[in-house]
């Protein structure tokens, strides 16, 4: 695999936004944190932007750290537990989870605020003699990590009955091909399926590119990534 250039994404949240959404997309209750399963798949996610070559802030790093210390903690009897004298409660998963709860109200108030700025640009004055059009639904934008978890799942999909093709027809490619390629194929303005841009793809590797390039066109806000629905197949649409 040969890359031009190292894909900066600046559309990173930070840590408490990959715990938020690890905790809605495994239906967790934020007030009893499966400590050990969160911190695997955050991990798992660690390894992915590690895999993928991504810059991220150090506060991921630190969050991971902090992680597998409250793991560590919870796995020891109550007698063995390390003295903390900052900490009043005997779950050490506490203070994480006031930390969660205080970021999410901030979120929430921030999304209702940006609901109310986009109802508002969507209402018109009535014309003389015409009928009010009616705003059309905006389509739902996806996060990095949903973008991340859906690339995971291809991956996880296809390099298994592709792995002996990649050895026999390994070939070299670069996030510009690849850029060029998305470009081309959404040109028309027809939505692409995200799934369909992984189709022809023969190698790991050419997945990889393939997904680099979708997210420097992200960046460069050249294409836009949505979710029409909850739970629907995330869509790549040109800007």
């Known amino acids: 695999m040969s890359q031009e250039y190292k894909v900066k994404l600046e559309v990173f949240e930070g840590p408490l936004d990959l715990l938020l959404f690890l905790i809605?997309?495994?239906?967790?209750?934020?007030?009893?944190?499966?400590?050990?399963?969160?911190?695997?798949?955050?991990?798992?996610?660690?390894?992915?932007?590690?895999?993928?070559?991504?810059?991220?802030?150090?506060?991921?790093?630190?969050?991971?750290?902090?992680?597998?210390y409250i793991k560590s903690r919870a796995l020891l009897p109550v007698h063995a537990q390390p003295p903390d004298e900052e900490a009043e409660e005997e779950d050490p998963r506490w203070e994480l989870v006031r930390q969660l709860l205080e970021y999410k109200k901030f979120k929430d108030a921030a999304a209702q605020l940006g609901q109310r700025e986009a109802d508002r640009q969507g209402i018109f004055a009535r014309a003389a003699e015409s009928a009010e059009p009616v705003p059309e639904r905006p389509?739902?934008?996806?996060?990095?990590?949903?973008?991340?978890?859906?690339?995971?799942?291809?991956?996880?999909?296809?390099?298994?009955?592709?792995?002996?093709?990649?050895?026999?027809?390994?070939?070299?490619?670069?996030?510009?091909?690849?850029?060029?390629?998305?470009?081309?194929?959404?040109?028309?303005?027809?939505?692409?399926?995200?799934?369909?841009?992984?189709?022809?793809?023969?190698?790991?590797?050419?997945?990889?590119?393939?997904?680099?390039?979708?997210l420097e066109l992200v960046r460069l806000k050249q294409l836009r990534c949505v979710q029409p629905e909850p739970f629907a197949e995330i869509e790549i649409v040109r800007v």
């Open 139 to 214: 389509l739902g934008e996806v996060s990095v990590f949903d973008l991340i978890n859906a690339f995971n799942k291809v991956l996880k999909r296809i390099e298994d009955k592709r792995e002996d093709l990649a050895e026999i027809f390994e070939e070299n490619f670069t996030v510009a091909d690849k850029i060029d390629l998305i470009l081309k194929i959404t040109a028309g303005g027809v939505a692409l399926k995200f799934t369909e841009m992984f189709a022809e793809a023969a190698s790991r590797g050419e997945i990889v590119v393939t997904f680099l390039a979708m």
């Open 24 to 68: 809605k997309r495994d239906e967790v209750d934020i007030y009893d944190i499966p400590i050990e399963h969160i911190t695997k798949q955050y991990l798992d996610f660690m390894e992915l932007f590690k895999m993928l070559d991504l810059d991220v802030a150090g506060e991921f790093v630190v969050m991971a750290a902090n992680l597998i």
